[in-house]
């Protein structure tokens, strides 16, 4: 049982470059979300998924794509990569809203030159 | 006024000392609260959620108060591992619907605990 996992764990980009993030989660959750976490900012929601199907802007969600391409995988796609996506990445689950735990992946570790 | 808002910290307290970290909320129609411990460089982790009566797992207590909106968390006997960042959670709407999937995260409040 993997819980949440995420590809790549680190990745530098060019200025222009694109790249898809990709995050998947073996608990049969309903929803999904992508957070970046930047210093001094704390945890800002992108987008989420609260069932396969559905997809919802957060906070933060200029600049970045989502798919929920199935109940499993939810990935986060950069079409055009900027300095200011230089962040850390974390993909996470959760069965549904309400009081449930959410469990966060391991992160990806961005840099955008 | 943010949504939700901590202390940064950083708390330097010694092993076996007693610490609490505040985290206020700005909607008082907010329904769920939960404390998360994120250690450096990893993915943040439940460490438990907030009931209305308040509660106790170990050496950590957490309390509501709903009158000044805000939450707390007490570590007692404070032991070198506990030597992490505390994320204050808070779901900003009552019920089941769209909203409440969404949570909103404290920046973190800081503890380092010396031998």
């Known amino acids: 049982n993997a819980g949440v996992t995420q590809t790549p764990k680190f990745q530098v980009l060019k200025t222009g470059q694109s790249m898809t993030l990709q995050c998947a989660q073996d608990?049969?959750?309903?929803?999904m979300y992508w957070y970046r976490q930047d210093p001094g900012m704390g945890l800002r929601l992108i987008y989420y998924?609260?069932?396969?199907?559905?997809?919802d802007k957060g906070e933060v969600p200029n600049g970045y794509n989502v798919s929920r391409l199935n109940k499993r995988e939810f990935s986060l796609r950069l079409e055009s990569a900027a300095p200011s996506q230089t962040s850390v990445y974390f993909c996470?689950?959760?069965?549904?809203?309400?009081?449930?735990?959410?469990?966060f992946g391991p992160g990806t570790r961005l840099t955008v030159l | 006024r943010k949504e939700v808002e901590q202390d940064p910290g950083p708390f330097n307290v010694p092993e076996g000392a007693t610490v609490a970290f505040n985290c206020t909320y700005s909607?008082?129609?907010?329904?769920?609260f939960f404390w998360y411990r994120q250690d450096c460089r990893k993915e943040p982790k439940l460490l438990m959620s907030?009931?209305?009566s308040g509660n106790e797992d170990g050496r950590f207590t957490a309390q509501l108060n709903r009158a000044s909106q805000y939450i707390s968390l007490l570590i007692r006997d404070s032991k070198l591992s506990d030597s992490a960042t505390y994320l204050c959670?808070?779901?900003?709407?009552?019920?089941?619907?769209?909203?409440?999937?969404?949570?909103?995260f404290g920046k973190g409040t800081k503890l380092s605990v010396i031998p």
């Open positions: 907030v009931y209305s």
């Open positions: 909607n008082s129609a907010s329904q769920s």
């Open positions: 998924s609260a069932s396969e199907g559905t997809t």
């Open positions: 996470a689950s959760r069965e549904r809203g309400g009081l449930e735990e959410q469990f």
């Open positions: 959670v808070v779901i900003p709407v009552r019920g089941s619907g769209a909203g409440s999937y969404q949570l909103t």
């Open positions: 608990m049969n959750h309903n929803s």
